[in-house]
């Protein structure tokens, strides 16, 4: 099932996603940076790569993706004057 365009969503809907879209991207976020933390301390203390590193960079990529929809759900509610 395809998500619906922010145009063809009720109000209810839109500012629904919007709160939900925050929420996981703050969530996101604070994962990220402890997956960070830990990645660091572990190289530090270990003195080895691993994949710890790896993954705040992807939830990045993933932060990122929803910080545009979350911009086109900002522009659809201020053009409905909500």
């Known amino acids: ?7 063809e969503m009720s109000n ?4 629904k996603n919007e709160t ?3 929420t996981i991207m703050y969530l996101l976020i604070f994962f990220a940076v402890i997956l960070l933390a830990a990645g660091i301390w572990l ?3 270990k003195k ?3 994949a710890l590193t790896i993954t705040p ?3 990045g990529i993933i932060v990122m993706v929803n ?3 979350l911009k086109a759900l900002k522009k659809e509610r201020k053009s ?3």
Do not use: D, H, V, Y
């Open 20 to 22: 939900i879209l925050k």
């Open 43 to 45: 190289i530090i203390e």
């Open 1 to 7: 099932m395809a998500a619906k365009k922010p145009e």
């Open 57 to 59: 960079m992807m939830l």
């Open 67 to 69: 910080a545009n929809n």
């Open 80 to 82: 409905r004057g909500l």
């Open 48 to 50: 080895q790569f691993n």
């Open 12 to 15: 209810e809907e839109l500012l």
